[in-house]
């Protein structure tokens, strides 16, 4: 199966800063590739899919771009709602698989 | 609104079974892929199960291969899983998911999620 990389595990950073996370495939993946949130007992929301496209409703500071085995996903001015773990989850073979997950932290 | 109601979580011995169903209203339920997905706190989320809108064809885990069965009731807008000789590590939050229009491996919509604790 394919396995997915994040890092980093864990970030600190400010209201108004810009932040990247990663995410690498073990092989290549095409642009099959989603970002979600998760903020603490709640289900994951889809923010990107297609490696770069920007679901319905999700603020344009969310973007994501990439292909084959290397993506980012970057929040452009963080704002307090955007605290939480983010997950990549992959799509070009099945079984479906989601990153380990970074969290974002307040600093 | 586009809703996901997951029920039938509860707390049952390793080997035992159990079946979870998801309603789902505010959208054409036949129309798209369903997927359940489980999760430990504190962990990433695991891709169970995915049935596909009309044909229902299906595809499964290595890890609930031939345990684990997916199904739906499109009259009834009713997403299932059909959980038998369940084990200690099935224990997570269960979450039913829509999948995209296209592709509909990506999840847009999702329940709450139903509590699963497998233990003696």
């Known amino acids: 199966a394919i396995q997915l990389t994040q890092s980093p595990s864990s970030l600190s950073a400010s209201v108004g800063d810009a932040v990247t996370i990663t995410c690498r495939a073990s092989?290549?993946?095409?642009?099959?590739l989603a970002w979600y949130q998760q903020i603490p007992g709640k289900a994951p929301r889809l923010l990107i899919y297609?490696?770069?496209t920007l679901e319905n409703g999700v603020p344009s500071r969310f973007s994501g771009s990439g292909s084959g085995t290397d993506f980012t996903l970057t929040i452009a001015s963080l704002q307090p709602e955007d605290f939480a773990t983010y997950y990549c989850?992959?799509?070009?073979?099945?079984?479906?698989?989601f990153g380990h997950g970074t969290r974002l932290e307040i600093k | 609104e586009e809703l996901l109601v997951e029920s039938g979580g509860d707390l049952v011995h390793p080997g035992g079974s159990l079946r979870l169903s998801c309603a789902a209203s505010?959208?054409?339920?036949?129309?798209?892929?369903m997927h359940w997905v489980r999760q430990v706190p504190g962990k990433e989320p695991e891709w169970v199960s995915q049935?596909?809108?009309?044909?229902?064809?299906?595809a499964y885990a290595d890890f609930v291969k031939g345990r684990f069965t997916i199904s739906r009731d499109n009259a009834k807008n009713t997403l299932y899983l059909q959980m038998n000789s369940l084990k200690g590590e099935d224990t997570a939050v269960y979450y039913c998911?829509?999948?995209?229009?296209?592709?509909?491996?990506?999840?847009?919509?999702w329940g709450k999620g139903t509590t699963v604790t497998v233990a003696s």
């Open positions: 092989q290549g993946i095409s642009s099959g």
């Open positions: 049935i596909e809108g009309e044909e229902t064809r299906t």
């Open positions: 998911a829509r999948g995209l229009s296209y592709p509909a491996q990506f999840m847009d919509v």
């Open positions: 989850q992959q799509f070009n073979t099945f079984p479906i698989i």
């Open positions: 297609d490696a770069s």
């Open positions: 505010g959208f054409s339920f036949r129309s798209y892929f």
